[in-house]
């Protein structure tokens, strides 16, 4: 399996032949990978002067392939894979080159699928918790390219809040134990650049984007409270400006604007309502310019008032920040007029 790897394949005169053959191999290949790793079928022949970080690369195509399927059992294998080959390796210790192999950055993506598309719960908290596992043993440059990727790529909001939260983490880490050029200063600021924005500015969905956008908003908070004007280790009060335009304004314009539209699709709910009752039938709300799915008045006024709750929530976040960043600011301004 291993020492056969590239050895020259049999030429077909017919693209889709090879096509064939090339997929049944792969599978194949992978199945066995799965039976010796996983099951432990003949792993006490193989050579234990391969490295973990060896047999983590050896499989990550195999592990790909189980990944790419829909099947629940094959992508079961995937993850089983993975987990095997993560455990032998230590955190923080998988080189960043690494992710310059392709299968590096397709396996992440391909959880990020099982985590937002699986239809069985199981195997997307086994997904959600083999990114963490796999986020936890790269190194720190790793972790850097890796959260760029994916906030670029997943486009789906609880996975970019979950990404947020990972960077917050090593933000932490790096203000309390040891200081990382990745999670400080300019290359800090490079990543907040893809978190502390709006897609679409004001226009923004919010409800669609709630979970990334509170995330955004208790990483900006834990920022200002956790880096000083004065240190400003992280870089954040020199871009305080760029984020108040980009971020924190067109948040304020949103809400508003989101707030109004649904308390008016609240009014008019309530006041079609009797008429619905009269005819006994389903009523339809237009939001964001998509129908609502006929449902019960009853239920889709619940609909409207989870979405104001959650602008609430969102107000309340944000009135919280820029009373600290104002206290902060505050702060700095009469020491620096007490030191004239």
Not at 4 to 31: C, H, I, P, V
């Amino acid at each position: 399996m291993i020492f056969n790897r590239g050895r020259k394949k049999r030429t077909w005169n017919y693209l889709e032949f090879e096509e064939e053959e090339d997929k049944q191999l792969a599978d194949s290949m992978a199945s066995l990978a799965y039976l010796v790793f996983v099951q432990g079928i003949t792993i006490d022949q193989l050579p234990m002067v391969l490295s973990p970080s060896y047999l983590l690369q050896f499989n990550m195509e195999h592990i790909e392939v189980f990944l790419q399927r829909t099947e629940e059992s094959v992508l079961s294998k995937g993850l089983d894979l993975l987990e095997n080959g993560l455990l032998r390796i230590e955190d923080n210790s998988l080189p960043h080159q690494y992710l310059e192999i392709k299968s590096f950055l397709t396996v992440p993506q391909g959880l990020v699928k099982v985590m937002t598309l699986c239809p069985i719960e199981t195997l997307r908290k086994k997904g959600l918790a083999m990114l963490q596992l796999y986020i936890n043993k790269l190194d720190s440059q790793g972790k850097y390219t890796l959260f760029r990727c994916l906030l670029n790529t997943s486009n789906h909001s609880g996975v970019e809040a979950f990404i947020i939260q990972n960077i917050k983490n090593q933000i932490d880490i790096s203000l309390k134990r040891t200081h990382n050029k990745w999670f400080t200063g300019p290359q800090l600021i490079s990543l907040l650049d893809l978190v502390l924005f709006l897609p679409e500015g004001a226009e923004t969905d919010l409800l669609q984007n709630s979970d990334r956008i509170m995330a955004s908003l208790n990483l900006l908070r834990y920022l200002v409270i956790k880096d000083n004007e004065h240190d400003n280790q992280t870089g954040l009060w020199t871009e305080l400006g760029k984020i108040e335009d980009k971020f924190l304004k067109p948040l304020h314009t949103g809400l508003n604007m989101s707030k109004a539209h649904y308390e008016a699709e609240i009014k008019n709910s309530q006041e079609n309502r009797q008429e619905v009752q009269k005819s006994k039938d389903f009523c339809s709300v237009t939001v964001s310019g998509e129908e609502i799915p006929n449902m019960p008045p009853e239920m889709q006024l619940k609909v409207l008032h989870s979405a104001l709750f959650t602008f609430d929530l969102i107000e309340s976040v944000l009135a919280r920040v820029e009373e600290l960043i104002e206290i902060k600011t505050k702060s700095t301004s009469e020491e620096n007029t007490g030191i004239k």
